[in-house]
């Protein structure tokens, strides 16, 4: 039978297709592969990113990649120090939450989004039940191309911005919530039966994916990596 | 085997205990049972009122009761004529929609409370994709004590309306939609997910019980029967 | 990136527009971030609610904050100690539990009135199971003005109650139970589906909501803070 | 391939095994099958039972075996005129309905009852909505070996009766109702999550299910088949 | 507010009501919770029962009540050691088991059983990918007047059994299995929709209910009890 | 924009690639799309089979096609005439239903198969129900390698045949029943949750996959299309 | 009570915050609201969409607003004939199909694109049962920065798409299929837990809402409304 | 009450009946349960094969048991030492993983194959995203008569598979994933619905399961054992 570690296959060939360096999974990775795996990420010579990766599990990977890696807490997230945004990037992402438990999802996306050179403004807090704070960052959003908005709960936040703004709203509904709300099918719901036309939907806590969809609207689905330009 | 027009059985000792008349719910009624319930009900001598009830049904009715009902198609409800609120009667309660395909709820909302004597403001196709309709509404909702908001879709009208006023928020889930919203099931969830505190949440399409909950409110839980005062 | 602390926003707005202070959602936060809620919501001068919160966390919390508040286990709520209600408060809400395991829930709805400055009757262990047990209480039960009755299982009580008592009854599901019921979804539906009119519907184990929802109602949709008077 | 008639085997052994003889289950068979079945039903000399039958079917029987059925259009099934129950049989089952939409099941029940000579007592109307409709049968109730419950909505009534009765409680969620109750689902869940203990539950609308249980528990699992001794 | 322990009652009624002594729910209560509940239970002078109790709860019972009970792992149930059946009481319920991860909830349904003098036969690991293994007992099957029957994943035993023997068979579907048969839904459905007729079904996992129900129908509805005669 | 009909386009090459000829899918096409879909089917030189197709679509097809099909209104399929299997070919494969609703499901299949020479053995109304029904054709059942099983309501004859031969069972489960049996989802979860190892598991209603499946098994993953041969 | 047609309130501002005009669904209208909505749509001066339209619908208008429209019956959209593109406006956009079930909702984004002066190349029966049919097109596909993928059953093409190009991939769920494809969840599921990065997710059969999409990204966010230039 | 021990039995008859061992699922048992049941197993003298078994129940095995099985960490499967395939066994399955979580069901199949003298090609990591990582095993995989895919997320990997080989193709979906694939049901949907024809669905997660249909397939439903030949 194979080895557990032979089987990490890192694609880098996914840069090259898509303009999207492929993240390394971590939750789904015993020790030894998750460190063969950053080993193969990095050795690919473009952007690394590791998403869903505990505590834990970045402190059991070998000190040479550790060293290298800025593991945030909040977002479980670690990518390679040399990979951050320019101070002078201009900001073409708007990222906001309706509450302060989706901001690590939130971060997931910001996090990624950075890894590939683009810089965010970060809007928290933000949620209906309190209509005045999202008015207040009116002018910001309408001139924004794309805006990656984060809830649980009831996901009202997604119609409400679809419906201000004339860009890109990535709706990313989170599995904050109890009841009904358990495990974000209400928001994914919200998101998808909004109201507002064009609101494109990610899976539930799906950050990365959302930035994903950020960097393909934004390349215009040419190259568009800008990452160590 | 029993009759089964005797089967049907006008409960009109509800209105003495809970201040709330019988409606007549027709669409489960044969013709003969129909007719039954209704001439019970004027019997009853209290307001007369007939919910989910099919053009046809209310063509089959007897002649002696068809002429004494006011049936209205949208709502596909009667209500008897000597039973809408005086004209001067002070409005308590606002109906809000979030599009057309919400009215019929809202109607049989309103009807039921204007055969409790309750007169209603009407506000309609206030859905949050264009903010500033639901907005220029805001000094008039925030006066009334009660507001029935019916909404289909992802019912992100729900949490704005309910942040935004102290009055108490009857939310009803109306099965408007398709995918996801087909149903009603993204709206139910999104009012009973609200991240705006003290959401009163009914049945999708129960235009009938919001009003009698809003009825339970206003009487201060009394006896609070007005119609025909 | 943004500090996770700063990210922390106490709404004392609410209070003012919606006349329901924000309670302080204590088990999706980080220490730090509890820590600097309790503080901007004790800033903010009103009464403070802290829901959710773990022995654990309670514990964590500064001591100049911790020595100021109430934690109740049961309930995992902690309050203010100085927004207790007046020992003279007239009791305008009844509290009902259909079993044990239904209490925690209760108990949340109970001290968030408290820190309103409303006094709650608490009737426990009346399930229909043993119908009895409830119509004991009848005459206190059709006096009060508002019921928040909390079941799991399948959720009879709603609708009894409701049949019985003129007031408004808001039904708080809980998540008690196993097989079907478990999760509260048997409860909620039963709530929803009620053949009594007019139940206020609230999400599974929402005690927080329903009294929310209770001083909508008694406060009959105006300023109505009674705590601190 | 095999013609669609021959394929009809109406199962005789069945009465002998179980003492439980085999309906013909009419509304998923073309004529041709339903008079085949319906003849080999005859032929087997026991009780005969069509359910599930609509009007176009029963007038497309031939002759000889529509003037030898009694067709009931409530409940849609018909039986061999020679078979209802003796006049003076007692009365061992209480058939019970929570409102009137619920009458085609209980009918299906009793007349699967009458089928098998047994006679029944017929409660309808005490949805718990108004208890004291179903408290005044309470000496009636107390004394019936079965109750067979039929309800919708949110079946409560089945947790009421089955708190108030030693006898069998066999529980028929009906399809009743609308929003979370359409489908029967809700009564379903609250038959099977019901906090009094002991409750049989059936498929939602299975009134012919519920009688062929009852027989099962009256006849002490032996043969027990009263129909024409 | 009330005192946790003060909130337990333990409803001695319900024996002489319903022939069914209350059972103590251990899983939902703290340790003083518990205690407060059997004592009361050893007051009321019946049969005493505790289900779902975890090796923990039954070490922290005070010594009184520990020595005096007897302790099952499997099913996780105590009852009076005064309260086992006599050696020779006739056997009229069968309980069998389709795995042997139903056998927690079959041992559930026999010991509440044995607490109100019932003695059992037990059959185990007869699931139908077997089918030698049941038909086997199939003369011991058809002479029992009441079946119980635990399975899960597919649950096709519970048809099996009731197209075989003309007795009570009371289907107690379980959660054991992954996938689509997680949580039991797969085996209830399959209970609920059985092809063979009559068949009672209770909650996932509910040995408890399950044994009263076998003792209602034994009992003939009537007073019944015939533990401690 | 582009014409309709011109959408249509026959995928011939299936047939070499996977030895399964496409079949033409009726019920999604309007009149022009059928009949340009059956056309190419001819033109194609393979075997020619639409399924789900009405009556009325039948009835419109032009001439020179129809009078070459040979109509099935049970299984709503067609086949050209001269595709049917020769008299002698080997039987390989048992189609068995658990009652007469599942006829149409079995139907298809067993068309499917004859359009690419299989003859198969029909074997119909062996539910579990009545276990010697299907225990009577054991034989014959042990023997063949491949048997298509169609059964709905709680979907148990899955099991009970996979525990009983050793060939390969692909399980049909079929929309039939009502309650939790609507739509065939308890029958699929049976399938799927089978304690009989190795069961091969279908769509609901989809005997044409069924078929394909059987094909795929019987060639030995070859070329394998004997029609016409 | 209000005026029905009174309540068409057609939204034209929304063209100019989102440069996404208002369509007209029509579905959910009477004769008389749909007639005024089409009214308010051609009074407002941009482009006139109305989707969701039946062939009575369409009768049923006015012959001043039925005469200035092109209505097509495979879509069931209306769009006002001076709206079509222009013939040399270069193509942007690329609308695929899985089948010829999907080909009504590409439509219906095509039609919502033509509206705004955008044209699409249409690739029709794509789907990955025959993945060389995809592939012959992989060169047109990856030069367009939106592809707009429509697909039901299983939705494995959106994935696959997804994995080919670096564009923007919006996956229009569709309704085709049986069994656990029913309705369009599974496709649904498929495209928002697709492993190919950055997906943009629609409700099921959302073509018009997949359309603003497309204009929101390809506008820029801005303006961008090329309808009439 | 019976020996919870005693109540193992190994079904040693079904390797007769079916060609397929018994395997031990060790999840669900007791180490005094566990050690019983591989007694029995060896005592059998067929192929041992133990699944789902932790750790640590392997190391509390007896010695003289645990030393003759051969344990598998990523597959949780345990299979007696002398029961590997051949070397030189021809290979007739393959075995695909979409991603490196699918690895351990992988494994499980790979290992029940194993046990019976199966020997299998496995290709891991060539999920659809990127659609070349499988295409370029193509030549293998055409020539296979049976292939188990393992997929978890979307599972768009079962219908690539099923349209480019005409073998056997036995779809396990996995519970890889997070939001609408927890649990594995968006990929169960997508193995059912798929437009590939004659996919053979498993349960989530039952590589056990798919490797004995494999091994059904390859026997010819005969005798077909070759383990320890």
């Known amino acids: 039978m194979s080895d557990p570690v032979a089987e990490v296959r890192f694609d880098a060939a996914r840069r090259e297709r898509l ?14 592969q998750l460190a063969e795996a950053v080993r193969q990420a990095f050795d690919s010579g473009g952007p690394v990113l ?35 945004p320019l101070a002078g990037a201009a900001v073409e ?27 965010c403004v970060e809007i928290n807090d933000v949620g209906v039940a309190g209509l005045w704070r999202v ?7 309408v001139r ?37 709300a ?7 719901h919200a998101a998808l039966a909004s109201c507002a036309p064009g609101v494109a939907v990610s899976n539930v806590d799906n950050g990365y994916g959302a930035a994903c969809l950020a960097i393909r609207v934004l390349s215009g689905g040419g190259t568009g990596i800008r990452c160590g330009d």
Chains 1, 2, 3, 4, 5, 6, 7, 8 share one sequence.
């Not at 505590?55 to 977002?75: F, G, H, I, K, M």
């Open 19 to 32: 303009g999207l360096p492929e993240a390394v999974l971590a939750d789904v990775k015993s020790p030894g």
């Open 50 to 84: 590791v998403t869903r990766m505990s505590e834990q599990q970045y402190a059991a990977l070998p000190d040479q990649y550790r060293s290298r890696l800025d593991y945030d807490l909040v977002s479980r997230t670690a990518l390679a120090s040399d990979c951050l």
């Open 93 to 119: 992402v708007g990222v906001l939450t309706a509450g302060s438990a989706d901001v690590p999802v939130a971060r997931e996306a910001i996090r990624t989004l950075a890894c590939h050179g683009y810089a």
């Open 135 to 141: 008015m207040e960052h009116r002018e910001t959003l």
């Open 144 to 180: 924004l191309p794309v805006l990656i908005v984060c809830a649980g709960m009831e996901g009202a936040l997604f119609s409400v911005i679809a419906g201000l703004v004339p860009g890109v709203v990535i709706a990313v509904p989170t599995s904050t919530g109890y009841g009904v």
């Open 182 to 188: 358990a495990g974000g099918r209400a928001a994914l």
